[in-house]
């Protein structure tokens, strides 16, 4: 593997699964892969668990780490090709991509949605302008339109926690004050469409994701049907995909003790960070069946074996 952007990118799913349980049995094993290799992190967003996790894997596997919060301290980039740079941007990507490849040996990018406009949002531009320009390979910590990485770590904790080769995992829409990306539900369903699970997404409507994305999912609008058997709900609020960017605080979809004893004693699952009381009760997010601590765990290993296939492979 040279850059892993989307989930499709690891060859096998179910073989980085067991590698990433063995991985985390040993995480040292591997230190001598990593010796003298450095990795860039760059952050143009917030992140707590993608910041440590992904640093915690490099050292794991012997890397030194560079981290860069890219949106204060690096100089405002610009994307587009063929444009006139006399106004808020210093730098252009051609040249960035190519320095940051003189220091380190892989390159990792967060850069959220702007979530004003699809068309915009699904070009994917930073993560993009890095591929097309660094000459290292490229990780994404979660781009405008996915997150592979958190769904590779969810993959890892379901695996972890069932026995079933079907399970029944539902994917739900929660609410939340602030309109957030769809990216990590996208990661979410790509990699359901890479295993033999059963899934169900359910959300209100109007909060469709990408229809490429999800194409012959299981979709219904009636939650609390939706939750009956469930072996895992994975929640997330994503804000509209149809009528971009908007959102929706309807507290009708909030995760309660009552919709989860409509399930099989489903695990809970959320990628974190969520919002207590909004997106899910006290009750079930501190009860027993949740996953969440798991989950982030599980980030590291996930970004651990990404980054081992990677230097595995190294092509520089
Ligand atoms: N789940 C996740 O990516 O967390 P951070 O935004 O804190 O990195």
């Known amino acids: 593997m040279n850059n892993f952007i989307n ?3 690891l060859k096998d799913i179910d073989k980085a699964i067991e590698e990433a349980i063995l991985l985390k049995k040993h995480p040292t094993k591997y230190q001598n892969i990593g010796k003298n290799k450095t990795i860039g992190l760059l952050f143009f967003n917030s992140s707590l668990r993608t910041r440590l996790s992904t640093q915690k894997a490099a ?3 012997g890397m030194n780490v560079m981290v860069m919060n890219f949106s204060k301290e690096g100089w ?4 587009d090709d063929g444009v006139l740079m006399n106004s808020s941007k210093s730098e252009h990507i051609k040249e960035a991509a190519q320095v940051i490849s003189q220091y380190c040996d892989i390159v990792a990018v967060r850069a959220f949605a702007e979530l004003k406009s699809s068309a915009i949002d699904n070009q994917d ?5 890095f591929l097309k320009y660094a000459t290292i390979p490229v990780v994404n910590m979660e781009s405008a339109t996915g997150h592979p990485l958190q769904a590779l770590a969810d993959a890892i904790t379901i695996a972890e926690h069932t026995q079933k080769k079907q399970p029944k995992i539902v994917l739900s829409w929660a609410p939340h004050p602030n309109a957030l990306p769809q990216a990590v539900a996208n990661s979410f369903v790509e990699m359901l469409h890479q295993t033999s699970a059963s899934f169900v997404i359910t959300h209100p409507k109007g909060f469709e994701l990408n229809s490429e994305i999800t194409k012959n999912a299981t979709i219904e609008y009636n939650q609390e049907k939706a939750f009956e058997n469930a072996d895992f709900i994975y929640v997330k609020n994503w804000s509209s995909y149809t009528n971009y960017g908007k959102t929706s605080q309807d507290e009708t979809w909030k995760i309660t003790i009552a919709k989860m004893k409509l399930t099989n004693q489903a695990k809970f699952m959320h990628c974190l960070p969520v919002r207590r009381n909004v997106v ?3 009750a079930v997010l501190d009860g027993e069946n949740t996953l969440v601590i798991q989950q982030a765990n599980n980030r590291t290993y ?15």
Request: proline fraction near 0%.
């Open 7 to 9: 989930i499709s990118d």
């Open 59 to 61: 050292i794991n596997l």
């Open 76 to 79: 405002a980039l610009e994307f």
């Open 125 to 129: 531009k930073v993560i993009n302008g």
């Open 280 to 282: 899910v009760d006290d």
């Open 302 to 316: 996930a970004a651990q074996v990404v980054l081992k296939k990677i230097l595995e492979n190294e092509k520089k």
